[in-house]
């Protein structure tokens, strides 16, 4: 036995125990959904440098666009348009990263779709629209927002 054989074991714990666990994705997709949903503006922008696809889906077919903008991450949002994200995307749901934004209150996520294009007259099939959400919670900044860029 070498001199350092009683220390392996002792190492393999603590590298154990302090180890954080790393989440197992499914797809490259739910990686960087998830990673634009908790903000990780690092992970992102790694991942927008390897070449990853800016619009790709999960399986509810959030883009991570979309998971930034329901979370209020402004820089996520603005690093992902600058990548080329669309912005006129919609979710299995039929909502756009615009009306994600509204429904969270995201006024300054809002202004940031709108000012890359988002179309702020959609209407999903059911017929909501980013305005009518952010009249539901009375949002009187997002609503004047909206309209101000043509929203109906």
Same mark, same amino acid.
């Given at each position: 036995?070498?001199?350092?054989?009683?220390?392996?074991?002792?190492?393999?714990?603590?590298?154990?125990?302090?180890?954080?666990?790393?989440?197992?994705?499914?797809?490259?997709?739910?990686?960087?959904?998830?990673?634009s949903?908790?903000?990780?503006?690092?992970?992102?922008?790694?991942?927008?440098?390897?070449?990853?696809?800016?619009?790709?889906?999960?399986?509810?077919?959030?883009?991570?666009?979309?998971?930034?903008?329901?979370?209020?991450?402004?820089?996520?949002?603005?690093?992902l348009?600058?990548?080329?994200?669309?912005?006129?995307?919609?979710?299995?749901?039929?909502?756009?990263?615009?009306?994600? *934004?509204?429904?969270?209150g995201?006024? =300054?996520?809002?202004? @940031? $779709? !709108?000012?890359?294009?988002?179309?702020?007259?959609? +209407?999903?099939?059911?017929?909501?629209? *980013?305005?009518?959400?952010?009249?539901? =919670?009375?949002?009187? @900044? $997002? !609503?004047?927002?909206?309209?101000?860029?043509?929203? +109906?």
């Amino acid at each position: 036995m070498t001199r350092f054989a009683h220390v392996i074991p002792f190492l393999f714990v603590i590298s154990y125990c302090s180890s954080t666990p790393k989440k197992d994705f499914a797809t490259p997709a739910d990686q960087f959904v998830d990673a634009s949903e908790r903000g990780d503006e690092d992970l992102v922008k790694n991942l927008i440098a390897q070449g990853g696809n800016v619009n790709q889906r999960n399986g509810n077919g959030y883009t991570p666009l979309m998971s930034a903008a329901e979370r209020g991450r402004l820089s996520i949002v603005t690093q992902l348009i600058a990548a080329g994200a669309n912005v006129n995307l919609v979710n299995k749901f039929s909502w756009t990263a615009l009306m994600l *934004a509204a429904v969270g209150g995201h006024t =300054d996520v809002a202004q @940031a $779709l !709108i000012n890359a294009k988002a179309n702020v007259r959609y +209407r999903s099939p059911t017929g909501e629209t *980013a305005l009518q959400l952010a009249e539901r =919670d009375n949002n009187a @900044a $997002l !609503i004047s927002i909206l309209k101000q860029a043509g929203a +109906r």
